[in-house]
């Protein structure tokens, strides 16, 4: 067992050397729910087969110890050293091999759980939600909010609440399912959304959209023209480049992208059924589904709430609309 649980781990080890080192595309999902397995099989084994096998060669060790003791004192020697604490404290305890696996399993078991069902935490890694999230901002997502669901295959178990315009929304990025993006939900299955020169409307209905003070982007070091938008129960704050052109560069052939019609003044989508049009508020540096199209009900990951931390910043830390 030492060798195979050797080649296990170093399995593991391999596999995330060669994700780091960008040799291989990563699931952590899927590697997590691996761990979980393994650690778990050796777990049941520990209790079921292992732990036993050592209890009965420590009870063997003391009746050993204890037939010398007697034999020893039938003899007229009555000062035996019989004490085998030590010896059996080691026959007792779990070898390195099952520490590695069978130890692990009930703090993995928990991170896979929470994880997987409850909340999930991911770093922003680009400017594309910026003035609402930052570069570096640590944020968590609700797992169960729009329905719990099975962890690698992404099946819904429970239905939850049902995605709303506005709501900031982790899913599996459609062109490339391994990757997780963060937008805001635009559009709902049925809604015609419209970005034409930079305004959004809803079902021919013009979003609210009041001006605010310029916003300073530390990341990019420049200002952008920024405003609060009333799409969804809470009005958010969106920046907007207004010399940038309003035409959509570089739009992709996707599916349902029959549903869009693109012009110089900017797109217009039918949003089809079981599906999302979601944007970025960094309405400008965003690459949303504007240029990739939808994003299906099987990709969500679940809904952003909260910044849990930024090393940067840590007047970041709380809620966000």
């Not at 979003?207 to 938008?229: C, G, I, T």
């Not at 012009?263 to 089809?272: A, H, I, L, Q, Y």
Request: hydrophobic share 45%; aromatic share 12%.
């Amino acid at each position: 067992m030492q060798v195979f649980t050797s080649l296990v781990l170093l399995a593991f080890v391999g596999y995330g050397a060669a994700w780091y080192m960008g040799a291989v595309t990563g699931n952590f999902s899927l590697l997590l729910l691996l761990a979980t397995v393994v650690t778990g099989t050796y777990w049941v084994a520990e209790r079921l087969l292992f732990l036993p096998r050592r209890r009965q060669a420590a009870a063997e060790l003391e009746a050993v110890a204890e037939q010398r003791r007697q034999a020893l004192v039938a003899q007229g020697i009555t000062k035996v050293d019989t004490d085998v604490t030590k010896s059996r404290d080691l026959v007792l305890a779990q070898p390195w091999w099952l520490d590695w696996t069978a130890g692990l399993f009930p703090v993995i078991l928990m991170v896979f759980l929470l994880r997987s069902f409850l909340f999930e935490p991911f770093k922003i890694p680009s400017g594309s939600m910026v003035p609402t999230l930052l570069v570096g901002d640590l944020i968590l997502v609700n797992k169960y909010h729009y329905g719990v669901r099975l962890p690698v295959v992404g099946t819904k178990l429970t239905d939850g609440e049902p995605v709303q315009r506005g709501d900031v929304m982790v899913f599996k990025y459609p062109p490339q399912p391994n990757l997780d993006y963060i937008k805001r939900v635009v559009g709902l299955p049925g809604d015609e959304v419209a970005y034409l020169n930079k305004r959004l409307s809803i079902n021919g209905k013009p979003v609210p959209v009041q001006p605010l003070q310029e916003f300073f982007d530390s990341s990019a070091m420049r200002y952008a023209k920024q405003f609060e938008e009333g799409l969804g129960a809470k009005p958010h704050r969106l920046i907007i480049e207004p010399d940038r052109p309003a035409f959509i560069p570089g739009a992709e052939q996707f599916p349902f992208s029959g549903g869009c019609a693109y012009s110089v003044e900017g797109v217009v989508c039918k949003v089809p059924v079981g599906h999302y049009f979601v944007m970025g508020d960094n309405r400008d540096n965003s690459l949303d589904s504007r240029f990739w199209g939808f994003v299906p009900d099987n990709n969500i990951v679940g809904k952003a709430f909260m910044v849990w931390m930024n090393f940067s910043d840590l007047k970041r830390i709380g809620w966000f609309n």
